[in-house]
């Protein structure tokens, strides 16, 4: 079965099924055979330059001072450049790098394809789900995607983040700034804004923090369950009356066509979740509005939720 959703993956997909790739991938030897490989010194923070020749293999260059995981990734990055169809020319490839949208749109969506591709072979997404049904804690997780891979903690967090249930936040830090910021599919936590690591710390189901080498990794979860509460006969009828009882407290009446309306959306795009999937998704979103963390912070908050949520999915 193909998970992705990129042609890139799918290609990349199927060539390692039709290598038997499994982690850890050489991917030098891999890339031999398509390629001839040298290392040398480049400039401008440049990862590797593909070099298509003509009557001949592509000539693929690595910049020989690059940390050895950022090599194989490069490497993967380059092969990507040479297996994907549409990829033609010589390519100079920042393998870390954002590139802005004012820069070549075409240089910048080929890069994000080959890092993708490259993502692919070095951590298969068949590969990965197992590691993520079967391990846990976050720190175990990536650990292990990093030792068994043997990629970067970047290269490894991209790829875990992105086949995780919705409700998983991650930050890294480096000496206190921030390195990456990152959310699961569906996620409706804002993180556009800075994180406030001891609001999410309180308001998260569940929070982990450990060190990576020299980078700090905060990760937190909003699960998809609800404290049972008694049956939902009425209780809309109930929510209205903490709602009403809860803004009165924090004096926020005004919040309270902001907090249907939420509720409302919320509902009428996602109609199809459970009533767990939906309790989450509304906590998220309330948590990571700061006009309304008043609100969220009120003891009744939580059983507010719920008796709404048992409403709208009984």
Known sequence: MIFNKYPEEKIALRFAMRHNLVPP????SLLEKYADIEEDSLPNDVDGICLEREGTKPLVIVDRFKPVK?????LAHELGHIIIPWHSGTMICHTNKEVSIYENYLYAMFEQQANRFASEILIPTSWLKNMISSIKFKEQLIRTVIDIADVSLSAALIAIYKNLTP??????TLNGVVQLKLTSPGTKYNIGKDLDILQLNSVSDINEKFQVGSYKVYCWEFSNSITPIINSNGKRELAKVILKRILESIERQDKLQSINGII???NGTNKT?????????LKQRIASDESLESFFK????????????????K
């Open 25 to 28: 991938v050489n991917v030098m």
């Open 70 to 74: 950022r090599k194989r990734f490069t």
């Open 167 to 172: 409700g998983n936040i991650l930050l890294v």
């Open 264 to 266: 409302g959306a919320m």
């Open 273 to 281: 979740s459970t009533k767990e999937e939906l309790y989450s998704l």
């Open 298 to 313: 009120h003891p009744e908050f939580e059983y507010f939720l719920q008796c709404r949520v048992a409403e709208l999915r």
